[in-house]
């Protein structure tokens, strides 16, 4: 089985394509906009703090459970506990958070490509007036991208690992980092620009609360792709000769700077549109950020720029954040696409069908959630719900549950799994090759100790934290 199974075709591939599916809207907006909110240059220390000290090791347990076993997560889980169906249920998880994911992912990428195709046809004063969004998203043309943004994304996966997943890494991450690094010397030139860096650099401990701890902690987890079994999945396509550990660090500095690069970007955006922003007053939801706040600071452009140069700088942050989802979204249907190869022993381009069938039938009832079909709009009543009312549609369900709660349960489970299950030493093991110095090293005592002890009551600490303010209105802490 091992013999057929594909390959990343280099380590720099490797590295490129798990931050190019760490990299995503979040890192570009979200993360920027919260680390302002919350203390500047103490959020990113804290931030920091968490990438290095509690995902890394994560993701090195990630890595090395999917190159050991060479199977995508579900496949992982019964290999290593073939006796327990508990287990089996980690395994299942894990492969139906990507395909959630995946779903909610899409529809943002459509939202994102249809976006730009307004930009790019001119109607960037339309978009920066308030209603354009609501209309947006209700609008027929929706379908049109969303054939787009599919085909687009199963072309690259029918190409497979290393003619698909990697040379799309090689080329989109390469062309997004050079766009982000024009746009934020741009930027810089323009007024009022620096009270945005000053905003965003100088730290303010004062506003480390639990709450701004907790959120810097899931956001560092989720922006590495923790707990989505992409991470086993790319570990199962890793080279036996690359240092997992070194690898992990990589992505990590990659992820963590692109999220870092951003800010210098969209603050001093923000600040020059409006010297006088309270950056506390800023949505802290990217949805909204990236497609009602954004449009109306690129239109500031115009005074400058005029409509054509305005409507340019918008076109090349949009085709940024487009690359961004891109890359994300590939790397997250692979998980189920790998699944179910590797379960069914079915070729690539079948079980790549299933999937996205499957992916584009849930969707769509996202897509129609907004107001086009009132089964999905109202769909359930949770969390702040008044009482009768089913105030969640069917796209909040998905977020609420898939994208903001579930991943530090599944990233505790691997933590438990690789450590109690599968056994240190086997894991061990694994991290030793291609790296002659790990054992014995301090990383390693660290890494067994961390893992099996704070690191996952850490992670459910958060999961439970989670589930009891977004679904109860009370929490922990
Ligand atoms: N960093 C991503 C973001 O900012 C989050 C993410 C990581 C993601 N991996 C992903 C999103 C895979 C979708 C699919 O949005």
């Given at each position: ?11 720099l591939g490797?590295?490129?394509?798990a931050a ?5 809207i979040g ?18 220390f ?5 990438v ?5 090791p994560?993701?090195m347990?990630?890595?090395s459970?999917?190159r ?7 496949g ?5 506990a073939?006796?327990h169906?508990?287990?089996?249920f ?8 990507p395909?959630m994911?995946a ?7 459509v939202?994102i ?9 001119g ?20 379908f049109v991208?969303l ?14 690992v290393q003619?698909g997943?990697?040379r799309?890494?090689?080329?989109m991450m390469p062309?997004?980092?050079f ?7 741009f ?6 620009a620096f009270?945005?860096v000053?905003?965003?650099l ?6 480390l609360?639990?709450?701004v701890?907790?959120g ?8 590495l792709s923790l707990?989505?079994?992409i991470?086993?999945?790319?570990g ?9 550990a ?6 990590a500095?990659a992820?963590t700077a692109?999220a ?14 409006n ?5 506390d ?10 497609f009602t706040?954004?449009?109306?600071v690129?239109?500031a452009?115009?005074?400058?720029l ?5 409507t ?22 692979e998980?189920p696409?790998?699944?179910?190869m ?6 690539r ?5 299933m ?9 769509l009832?996202c897509?129609?959630?907004?107001g086009?079909?009132?089964?999905f ?10 009482a009768?009312?089913k ?6 369900l998905i ?12 990233g ?16 061990d ?7 002659a ?10 890494i ?7 690191i ?14 977004k679904?109860f ?5």
């Amino acid at each position: 089985m091992s013999t057929s199974r594909e390959h990343f075709g280099s380590r720099l591939g490797f590295i490129l394509a798990a931050a190019a599916s760490a990299v995503g809207i979040g890192n570009l907006v979200g993360f920027p906009v919260n680390a302002a909110k919350n203390g500047g240059a103490a959020f990113l220390f804290i931030y920091a703090l968490f990438v290095f000290l509690v995902c890394v090791p994560v993701m090195m347990a990630e890595l090395s459970a999917g190159r050991a076993s060479q199977r995508g997560p579900f496949g992982c889980y019964q290999l290593f506990a073939p006796k327990h169906p508990l287990w089996h249920f980690g395994g299942f998880l894990s492969v139906l958070t990507p395909f959630m994911i995946a779903v909610f992912y899409l529809v943002l990428t459509v939202w994102i490509l249809g976006f730009l195709l307004e930009i790019i046809g001119g109607n960037l004063r339309a978009m920066a007036e308030p209603e354009f969004f609501g209309s947006f998203i209700t609008g027929k043309s929706l379908f049109v991208y969303l054939v787009i943004v599919a085909a687009f994304v199963a072309i690259t996966l029918h190409f497979g690992v290393q003619k698909g997943i990697e040379r799309g890494a090689k080329i989109m991450m390469p062309a997004l980092f050079f766009m982000l690094v024009a746009m934020v010397l741009f930027i810089l030139t323009r007024d009022n620009a620096f009270a945005g860096v000053k905003y965003y650099l100088i730290p303010d401990f004062s506003k480390l609360t639990t709450q701004v701890i907790n959120g810097a902690m899931s956001q560092a987890f989720f922006s590495l792709s923790l707990g989505m079994g992409i991470m086993i999945t790319y570990g199962s396509y890793m080279d036996r000769q690359a240092s997992i550990a070194e690898s992990a660090r990589l992505v990590a500095i990659a992820d963590t700077a692109v999220a870092f690069t951003a800010g210098l970007l969209v603050l001093p955006a923000i600040f020059s549109f409006n010297p006088n922003t309270n950056p506390d007053e800023l949505s802290s939801s990217s949805v909204s950020l990236v497609f009602t706040f954004l449009p109306k600071v690129f239109l500031a452009l115009e005074a400058s720029l005029g409509y054509i140069g305005a409507t340019t700088v918008a076109a090349i942050f949009f085709i940024l954040v487009l690359f961004a989802a891109l890359t994300s979204l590939i790397s997250i249907i692979e998980v189920p696409v790998c699944a179910v190869m590797d379960q069914f022993k079915s070729g690539r381009n079948r079980s790549l069908l299933m999937i996205g069938a499957a992916i584009i039938v849930v969707s769509l009832g996202c897509v129609v959630s907004f107001g086009m079909a009132d089964f999905f709009t109202h769909f359930i009543n949770y969390g702040n719900c008044e009482a009768g009312t089913k105030c969640k549609s069917f796209f909040d369900l998905i977020i609420d549950v898939f994208y903001d709660t579930i991943l530090p349960l599944n990233g505790a489970l691997i933590c438990v799994f690789v450590v109690y299950q599968w056994k240190k030493r086997n894991f061990d093991k694994e991290l030793e090759n291609g790296d002659a110095d790990y054992k014995g090293s301090i990383m390693e005592k660290y890494i067994n100790f961390s893992l099996g002890t704070f690191i996952p009551l850490l992670l459910l600490l958060i999961f439970i934290n989670t589930v009891l303010s977004k679904f109860f209105g009370t929490s922990l802490i």
